[in-house]
């Protein structure tokens, strides 16, 4: 169920250990009493809530895994993703796989959802070069080329289309992991690893709403996400010039529509305050 | 009146059957010297099941070699009555998702064709699947099969069968009588598959099977095994019980004239261990699970167990 457990929001990817750390931290020195009690005599005052950032996640443990895939699977199939680009997504790719990783034919048994599962690891992998680009100093490059730190939302865009790019290489045999991952027995765990994806994307940009705000961008990073996927399997340009650009206007759009749902929002709440203090001049109990 | 002959060729060639397979083994006994009946006594003391009944080890195996010389001829037209024919539905699923047969061009001499070894496949059921799969599927005409089986009449069945396939008399398709427990004519680490299919159940010591297999088995070959398993719907379990307790052995007495080998089947089906004590046996072998490693058919009235030896 370690996959159930990604899908959660990682607000935070660098620890941070907050006060409290700090304190368990100090209560566990046994060494030196006095300190323990001068700081459990005199409490610092808290400085948490005018952070940005509070973790949700527990910093004392490191990050789940990618995928769960044990070392047999894991060598098969990082073998088979050399012949995708030739083969696709196929269960001879996985055969070639096993072969080049010194297994027999029949090992692919290791693997029960044969090729989804080789699709399922391209996803996870692609995912974990995501992260360590940025850990790489995706940002610090982008932000230089642009010349001025970026935002939230660029850094977004700018995410969601590094992980088209890793695509590049199986842009030709991508419609085909796509209609895999559409069969009905496949589209629960698809979905997983779209919304572990997004989360990735909004985590680590840095985004750190802790309301239902989350959730609504999430969904619409995915949506994104998903329908650009579509687009590049079309894309004849080398680069996905195309690509960028429709993912681009998918931003616009976004922020069109979330200006105008603000916009609506603003028009209901403004009424409804009216009608609100209408009933009250009237001399209604409300 | 055909069937009535029938039936009671049946019962003659039945009760011949039984009466080779259960020679009493005398008692030893000596009065001069206490030596050798105490040492015989622990190894008759090892008790194992029979269905319901508890049986020493010593005679499991003769039993069931008389249940199966009993049912041999009629196994294929009982099994279509009592699984309703479901059991081809299963056979076909078990050697479509094993995938026999080399898919690619061999680089290796090692590459030509799988061996296949199918332990309790007398009759040829998953062997010829696994042929016809390997030669129209895969276009593989190297794949061979070893049909091993403990049953010198579940044996004669398949060789029967064998004559209306391609494969009769050709070097894909051969026939041993072994128990699997023990095959010391088969070398280690030289099989590419290694299946059984409603066998398992039958064995005296299902450990030391697993344990053989892991032995004859290439790194990286695989145990595929399908066998009866508990169901886990609560409704579809009763149904299922009552059908087995009450119209296998009837089918069992009217179609092939002996009620007690099925009503030895369905106690077996009842005591064979369920889908994760199974998977812990595999495990315990020495075997890698993939996923879950097994797979329900029918809600879990049959399942699919996988184990595959690691790469040392």
Known sequence: MAHLTRTLPKRLFRPIPTPFIHQTNQLSTTTRPTTTTTHLTTPRPNTVPHQNQRPYHSTLHARLPDHTYTNSQTAILSAALDFVPTTGFTLESLTHGARSAGFLDVSVQLLPRREFDLILFWLASRRGLLRSKVEDGLFTRLAAEAGKELSVDEKVKALVLERLKLNKDVKGVWQDALAQMSLLANIPLSLTELHALSSDILTLAGDDAVDASWYTRRLAVAGIYASSEVVMTRDPTAELVETAAFVERRFEDSRAVKEKIGTVGEIVGFGWNTAIGLGRSWGMKI | ?312
């Open chain 2, 1 to 312: 009146m055909s069937t009535m002959s029938t039936r009671s060729a049946w019962r003659a060639l039945h009760y011949s059957a039984k009466r080779r397979a259960f020679q009493p083994t005398t008692a030893y006994r000596c009065f001069s010297c206490s030596t050798r009946s105490n040492e015989q006594k622990p190894e008759q003391d090892r008790m194992t099941h029979f269905g319901f009944t508890n049986v020493p080890e010593s005679e499991k195996e003769s039993r069931v070699g008389a249940v199966f010389s009993s049912v041999a001829a009629s196994y294929d037209r009982m099994n279509d009555l009592m699984s309703l024919g479901i059991h081809r539905l299963w056979k076909d699923h078990f050697v479509r998702s094993l995938n026999p047969g080399a898919c690619l061009p061999a680089l290796t001499a090692d590459q030509r064709g799988w061996n296949i070894l199918d332990i309790a496949g007398g009759t040829g059921d998953i062997a010829f699947r696994m042929l016809d799969h390997a030669t129209n599927v895969n276009h593989d005409m190297d794949t061979r099969v070893t049909i091993s089986d403990i049953n010198a009449d579940m044996l004669a069945e398949g060789r029967k069968r064998s004559l209306d396939t391609p494969y009769y008399n050709t070097s894909r398709l051969s026939f041993v009588e072994a128990n699997a427990e023990h095959m010391p004519h088969i070398p280690d680490n030289s099989v590419d598959l290694y299946t059984v299919v409603f066998g398992i159940r039958n064995f005296t010591d299902k450990q030391a099977a697993l344990n053989e297999a892991f032995r004859v088995l290439k790194p990286g070959g695989v145990f595929a095994c399908m066998e009866f398993s508990k169901v886990d719907n609560p409704v579809l379990d009763g149904i299922y019980k009552r059908w087995n307790f009450s119209a296998i052995p009837l089918i069992g007495q009217v179609v092939a004239g002996d009620r007690d080998s099925y009503q030895y089947l369905v106690e077996s089906i009842e005591r064979f261990p369920s889908q994760e004590e199974f998977r812990g046996m595999i495990q315990k072998a020495g075997f890698l699970i993939p996923g879950q490693g097994y797979e329900n058919l029918t809600g879990g009235i049959a399942a699919i167990h996988k184990g595959i030896k690691p790469r040392a």
